[in-house]
Nanobody, 116 residues
Framework: QVQLVESGGGLVQPGGSLILSCEAS????????MYWVRQAPGKGLEWVATINTARVSTSYADSVAGRFTISRDVAKRTTYLQMESLKPEDTALYYC?????????WGQGTLVTVSS
């Protein structure tokens, strides 16, 4: 079955950096675009970043562009989100996902807390 497992979250001070990982299994990893989506406390889901199957095209939400970088390692079947210059408003539960027109698969999420 499809499985996505996020890791790397934690507590970081404003201006700090963190790298999130999402290990995928149960499907052809190279055949799907991968996404990072987050949910801040008391708020709805917010798309963060996307990477295509060729690993050459990426896109970001305006709120994180220039600070976050999405990448993927095919051999490790892992999608990464490198976060820099973190702000308190980046505090959220971060999910990686494989989304499609018919269905979507989500990980359990990893919590990122940005606070001094």
């Amino acid at each position: 079955q499809v499985q996505l497992v996020e890791s790397g979250g934690g507590l970081v001070q404003p201006g700090g950096s963190l790298i999130l990982s999402c290990e995928a299994s149960g499907f052809a990893f190279t055949s799907y675009w991968m996404y990072w989506v987050r949910q801040a406390p008391g708020k709805g889901l917010e798309w963060v970043a996307t990477i295509n199957t060729a690993r050459v095209s990426t896109s970001y939400a305006d709120s994180v562009a220039g600070r976050f970088t999405i990448s993927r390692d095919v051999a490790k079947r892992t999608t990464y989100l490198q976060m820099e210059s973190l702000k308190p408003e980046d505090t959220a539960l971060y999910y990686c996902a494989r989304l499609g027109a018919a269905e979507g698969y989500w990980g359990q999420g990893t919590l990122v807390t940005v606070s001094s």
